[in-house]
């Protein structure tokens, strides 16, 4: 009978440790699951993904901008999932109501910081199926492509309400046209030939909440270090590559910082054997840069 107990209590204990095991697991893969990324990507701007707890009802998608020059005319289409996301129609989000004697007249779209509304037309009226579309038709006056106070400023920026938490999702800002005081960056999606003119430090992110115009990327690198880094926004790409090619070939002049991390193979010397490398590395082909012998 003392025998029988022993047996019953230690199968007991094994019961409840297996049980234990199988919550912890299960809490672990639950936790796991509760999960979701959302990508911020484009044809000009660079891609940027975060993760966040399924708990999260609000988000912002922001692809920031700075450059020296003005920006006269735009061009872009905004994508994303309307069964994962939703145009946050908030009063003060992405729109802001304009009232006289208490009459509402219509709405202020905030989408885009980097121009005012004078000349400035976003087009919500696909929103349903994912979609939103914007252009500056004006020449005049033309827009500061930063801030006051010499930061980046935002491009296009959208808040959504997260409607599915359960699913990974992406939006897309498709850059269609680009025209600067200096001449023209982008034309139907299509990088112009004079890549001169490419002098732009770009930022993408997601973060939750509303649009902040003084948000960094928490890892964000710093700019005086990051070997290949010419444009100093955070990414070694072809923009990088362009840089150097133009260096090379005595169209521009580059600063202290980016003759230092512009000689990617530590020569001594920044030229096309470092912009064919920057290449390389932003199409996966190498995983670092190769030092010359």
């Excluded at 492509?145 to 309400?161: A, H, P, Q, Y």
């Excluded at 699913?167 to 112009?192: A, H, M, P, W």
């Amino acid at each position: 009978m003392r025998n029988s107990k022993k047996l019953v209590s230690l199968l007991l204990a094994v019961l409840l440790t297996i049980g234990s095991f199988v919550c912890v697991a299960s809490f672990s893969a639950s936790a796991a699951e509760n999960k979701f990324t959302v990508t911020a990507d484009s044809n000009f701007f660079p891609q940027r993904s975060e993760s966040f707890d399924a708990t999260t009802d609000t988000l912002t998608v922001s692809f920031y901008i700075k450059s020296d020059q003005m920006m006269l005319n735009s061009q872009w289409n905004l994508y994303f999932d309307s069964e994962a996301l939703a145009y946050d129609d908030t009063d003060g989000v992405n729109q802001t109501a304009i009232y006289f004697d208490d009459e509402l007249l219509g709405y202020q779209l905030n989408i885009s910081p980097v121009a005012i509304e004078d000349g400035y037309i976003i087009n919500t009226g696909k929103v349903n199926v994912g979609e939103i579309h914007g252009n500056n038709s004006n020449a005049y006056p033309v827009y500061e492509l930063k801030r006051e106070d010499d930061s980046k400023i935002g491009f296009v920026t959208v808040t959504f309400k997260v409607l599915d938490p359960t699913r990974d999702t992406t939006v897309y800002l498709e850059l269609v046209e680009l025209l600067t005081n200096q001449g023209q960056i982008y034309k139907f999606s299509s990088q112009e030939v004079d890549d001169s003119l490419m002098t732009f430090e770009t930022q993408s992110s997601v973060y939750a909440g509303n649009y902040d115009p003084d948000y960094v990327n928490k890892d964000e690198p710093d700019p005086e270090y990051v070997i290949g880094d010419l444009n100093n926004d955070g990414y070694i790409d072809t923009l990088d590559a362009v840089l150097v090619q133009k260096y090379a070939s005595g169209r521009i002049t580059l600063d202290e910082r980016q003759l230092y991390v512009g000689d990617v193979n530590d020569d001594g010397t920044v030229d096309i054997l470092d912009a064919t490398q920057i290449q390389k590395y932003a199409a996966e082909k190498i995983s670092e840069f190769k030092k010359k012998a």
